[in-house]
């Protein structure tokens, strides 16, 4: 499927895996990056060495285009801005922040840049601080969300801009991608889909969650804290949930409980004390297969719709 985004880049399929904390490594990357999406690996906190040879692993694993997505809050983020033009990383996904800074030294690298946004007004700061493309992020995405949904959000975003406009949020089969270029859009960004890839290395616990969810069984937690995170529904995100509400957690207690969590469900599988990140469409998610059927299964449907 051709579309402005994978004449930008360089692939087959106009779609990016999410850049999800602890969980999109090398081996998820490279695994997408090979079958025609752009995978991308999450910088998040993590140390920069760590960062650095995820970054030659994937290499080492396809020679395809794959991205970093570095979250702007973090407190190595300058590093990780130095480290995707040391070690030339085609793409960079942003997220939580305004990537103005770096903006003229990735551009002088030849580093395509594509900011996630909630909100038309960042959508529109981002093209004029020199954005090759922008992700609209709806709040049926996992992690930290905005509150405007995909369907709102995508189509307003395409308005205001004109460069190449990426939904994400709620997106898990051809459905999701034939609506998405429906609504405006060049390309989608997948990032619950792919916690059922058979190259996700989350423990099997967390791969069970998601394929075990039903459609209620998403919750956002942390509205209070001013960082909201939806996540599936377990008896820890119930306990957040009912402390927010009622108030016997205060915002500081609940970011002490919340501290280490998502390390905790994804190398840990610890449902007692883990936040299982996931976007509201889990329920429709019902097998682990490769990154690469996911992706054909989607765009074969895609097309067929589209072609109606």
Request: aromatic letters at 4%; one cysteine or more; proline letters at 5%.
């Amino acid at each position: 499927m051709k579309s402005a985004i994978t004449e930008l880049l360089g692939i087959q399929y106009p779609i990016f895996q999410g850049g999800m904390a602890w969980i999109a490594e090398s081996t998820l990357a490279a695994a997408v990056s090979n079958a025609g999406g752009l995978g991308i690996i999450a910088g998040g906190s993590a140390p920069i060495d760590y960062l650095r040879e995820q970054i030659r692993r994937c290499k080492s694993l396809t020679d395809k285009p794959f991205g970093v997505n570095i979250m702007l809050m973090s407190p190595n983020a300058e590093e990780l801005a130095q480290l995707v033009i040391d070690e030339k990383v085609p793409v960079v996904t942003t997220g939580a922040g305004n990537p103005g800074k770096f903006m003229a030294a990735w551009k002088e690298a030849g580093v395509k840049v594509v900011p996630v946004v909630p909100s038309v007004a960042l959508a529109v700061r981002m093209e004029r601080a020199g954005a090759d493309a922008v992700i609209a992020e709806g709040t049926e995405s996992g992690g930290h969300i905005g509150e405007n949904t995909t369907m709102c959000l995508v189509p307003q975003v395409v308005d205001a801009v004109n460069i190449p406009v990426i939904a994400a949020g709620g997106i898990a089969d051809g459905r999701g991608v034939a609506a998405s270029f429906m609504l405006g859009a060049q390309g989608v960004q997948v990032g619950t889909r792919f916690l059922a890839a058979e190259e996700c290395q989350i423990h099997p616990t967390y791969k069970e969650l998601v394929v075990k969810a039903k459609d209620t069984d998403s919750v956002v937690t942390g509205r209070y804290t001013g960082h909201p995170c939806r996540n599936v529904r377990t008896k820890f995100t119930k306990k957040l949930a009912s402390g927010e509400r009622d108030g016997s957690l205060t915002p500081d207690e609940f970011e002490q409980l919340t501290l280490g969590s998502l390390r905790k469900a994804v190398q840990d599988g610890n449902l007692e004390e883990g936040s299982f990140l996931c976007g509201a469409i889990a329920g429709m998610i019902k097998d682990v297969k490769p990154a690469k059927d996911i992706i054909t299964e989607m765009f074969a449907q895609a097309d067929k719709l589209l072609g109606k």
